[in-house]
């Protein structure tokens, strides 16, 4: 699945060495802004390339780094890197699979399992004997038929208790209970997902990760858990920087950020319950609803911290606008 460079190329060197390779990708041709630029480490791993088909890339050998005021610096290259469009890379790579026997299917794969059983949006419905994901960070066969691996559990643990950690500092960090909280919510993030290294580790068959396990359980409601203390606590700020904006000690945008971090950590909460709901109720994680959750929380969560942090003139102007009218000057 996936016929960019990684698919292209795995397609070109098993068909040379006489496999059957079907490559499914329906998003040929495209353009991709980044991941343009081929180092000499990826250039030696390319097939070599017909006369009457050269690569489509521009040659750099050397490279001119500037200071600003005036002084430069030229330095030449050990070896020569390049720069391609990735429309006419992948393109080329392509090419290059299907003249050494690959065959390319232009249909978008809606569903995979461990049996090898491959079904396409064009209603193709068959198996093979490997399926390999080539199909980018989002991989559909990864998210069909492996769970996260063991690092990415630990490095979701140790952000969630990061974010612990950041609301004890920023809004509790006199009382001792939000001393306590913080120290236990980081404490059970950090467990929940060493024992879900563990398991991981300690498992014969990765296809096993799919299933639910109390770790993950406890992970993910603890991630809710500093969500919604995070958003109670930015809603409570802001109320109360809004009652101090009419005595002009405080400014409508700083209180209007804090509520825009708590509306931040009520997404957070949404985009995770898809996945505790499937735990709790033996549901799909991969269902479409979840997906859509997911999607619509992480824009939402996306537009709240651009308003945030990056506030267009049009937005200050309505933030300031709405702010509460300062007090009138006593009358002496």
Not at 78 to 87: F, H, I, L, T
Not at 100 to 117: L, M, N, Q
Not at 294 to 315: I, M
Request: net charge positive.
């Amino acid at each position: 699945m996936g016929a960019g460079p990684a698919g292209s190329l795995l397609s070109y060197h098993l068909a040379r060495s006489g496999a059957s390779v079907t490559a499914f990708d329906a998003s040929h041709p495209r353009e991709k802004p980044c991941g343009g630029g081929v180092t000499a480490k990826a250039l030696a791993l390319l097939p070599p390339a017909p006369p009457a088909d050269p690569l489509p890339a521009r040659f750099v050998d050397a490279c001119r780094f500037e200071s600003g005021t005036g002084e430069s610096v030229d330095l030449a290259l050990a070896k020569p890197v390049a720069v391609a469009s990735r429309r006419e890379l992948d393109a080329w790579l392509l090419r290059r699979a299907t003249e050494a026997g690959a065959e390319h299917v232009s249909e978008r794969v809606v569903g995979v399992d461990a049996a090898g059983r491959l079904r396409t949006s064009a209603g193709r419905d068959e198996r093979f004997d490997h399926i390999v994901g080539a199909d980018g960070a989002g991989s559909l066969v990864r998210r069909s038929l492996h769970a996260p691996l063991p690092p990415e559990r630990l490095a979701m643990a140790l952000g969630w208790s990061g974010v612990f950690l950041f609301t004890w500092r920023v809004f509790r960090p006199g009382p001792g209970w939000g001393r306590w909280l913080a120290g236990l919510g980081m404490s059970i993030e950090l467990a929940a997902g060493l024992a879900g290294v563990v398991r991981a580790l300690g498992l014969v068959d990765p296809l096993e990760l799919r299933t639910g396990s109390a770790s993950g359980l406890v992970l993910l409601i603890g991630a809710q858990a500093v969500y919604l203390w995070t958003a109670l606590e930015s809603f409570r700020y802001r109320a109360l920087l809004r009652r101090r904006i009419p005595l002009g000690l405080a400014d409508p945008l700083v209180a209007d950020r804090f509520g825009l971090w708590g509306w931040t950590g009520v997404f957070g909460f949404g985009s995770i319950a898809p996945a505790v709901l499937a735990q709790l109720s033996g549901g799909d994680p991969n269902s479409l609803a979840s997906h859509l959750v997911v999607a619509v929380c992480g824009l939402l969560s996306s537009a709240a911290l651009y308003a945030a942090f990056l506030p267009p003139a049009a937005y200050i102007r309505f933030v300031r606008a709405q702010a509460p009218s300062p007090a009138p000057e006593p009358f002496v």
